[in-house]
């Protein structure tokens, strides 16, 4: 008969690791989007010199573009993203969260800038069938 199942097919203790693996890229963006609405000053002030990352070190940047594609590559492959989404894309929606998050004049309050950032972060979850 062998082990139960998950509906994807998986046996469920396989299915509960994929799922906790795909769960590092909200983990990560979660992270990284609290963090910058921390900082919202120093980005604000970044922003205005016109300061960007991508040119300012870009190793870095991708660095944490190639962390970010392969946790986005491991999500979908658990089923906890759209298949759709392209890591530009979502460096994008980071980088449109800190806009957000201070336009919402919550940069300076942890419980709502979490928030604005779960309900960003749930549109790259599938969509139900």
Request: proline share 5%; with cysteine; hydrophobic share 45%.
């Amino acid at each position: 008969m062998g082990p139960p199942r998950s509906r994807r097919g998986l046996p469920h203790g396989e299915a509960t690791r994929s799922h906790k693996r795909g769960v590092a890229l909200f983990t990560l963006l979660s992270r990284m989007m609290a963090s910058g609405a921390e900082n919202a000053a120093v980005k604000s002030a970044l922003a205005a010199a016109g300061f960007d990352l991508r040119d300012a070190a870009p190793d870095t940047a991708a660095d944490l573009t190639h962390q970010v594609a392969l946790l986005l590559a491991r999500a979908c492959r658990a089923g906890v993203v759209r298949h759709d989404v392209t890591v530009g894309e979502v460096m994008a929606i980071v980088a449109g969260a800190f806009a957000a998050i201070r336009h919402a004049d919550a940069d300076t309050s942890r419980e709502r800038s979490a928030h604005i950032a779960q309900i960003i972060l749930d549109g790259l979850r599938p969509r139900p069938r």
